[in-house]
């Protein structure tokens, strides 16, 4: 059972604005800010928002991040097949003094 | 560009021991707190363990204090986890991770390598 929560899955179609939520507590998400990691398949993840809605250069503007209280959210615009990935969420865990992840999200693109 | 390089994942007997290892390049080692993230078959990403750049500071999950260590060498650019008295459920890909200072004592990754397959089984 992972600290954040995130749906299991998720899908769109080519060009679609695909969102998936992170749901989080006082303790982590209330306080911190939460991060966002794309995993594709065989490769190792990689840092896609930090900070709550920063991007790390390289990284496509199509993807954007916000958070509100206790819940964040990562959105995808103009989806394409490449962002076929698992999707991750973490944030700094002030209670558990260390960083807590989501279960992920796997998006799938129709 | 970064790379984050891990070795030494196998298969582990319980009560065994095993010692990972990762090589980084691309970027200044010692600038940066690093850590060990960890994913078991079908779960969620854990965090295992991080360390400071001077390993004056290093800290642990409670499913693993006592049994793991983590420790680094900046000259050679290169971190590692001893792990003793592993158990079934330390099952898991091991990452080793980048750490950025992200405010208060928050540290999290940002860049990661490709993982390390560790199995614990008799």
């Known amino acids: 059972q992972s600290v954040l929560t995130q749906p299991p899955s998720a899908s769109g179609t080519p060009g679609q604005r695909v969102t998936i939520s992170c749901s989080g507590s006082n303790s982590n998400l209330g306080i911190n800010y939460v991060y966002w990691y794309q995993r594709l398949p065989g490769t190792a993840p990689r840092l896609l928002i930090y900070?709550?809605?920063q991007r790390p250069s390289g990284v496509s503007d199509r993807f954007s991040g916000s958070k509100s209280g206790t819940s964040a959210s990562l959105a995808i615009s103009g989806l394409r097949s490449e962002d076929e990935a698992d999707y991750y969420c973490a944030a700094w865990d002030g209670s558990l003094s260390g960083p807590v992840f989501g279960g992920g999200t796997k998006l799938t693109v129709l | 560009q970064v790379q984050l390089v891990e070795s030494g994942g196998g298969l582990v007997k319980p009560g065994g021991s095993l010692r990972l290892s990762c090589t980084a390049s691309g970027f200044t080692f010692n600038d940066y707190y690093m850590g060990w993230i960890r994913q078991a078959p079908g779960k969620g990403l854990e965090w295992v363990s991080y360390i400071s750049i001077s390993a004056t500071y290093t800290d642990y999950a409670d499913s693993v204090k006592g049994r793991f260590t983590i420790s680094r060498d900046n000259a050679k650019k290169s971190l590692y986890l001893q792990m003793d008295s592993p158990r079934g459920e330390d099952t898991a890909v091991y990452y080793c991770a980048r750490a950025v200072y992200c405010g208060g004592d928050c540290y999290l990754p940002d860049f990661w390598g490709q993982g390390t397959l560790v199995t614990v089984s008799s």
């Open positions: 900070r709550n809605n």
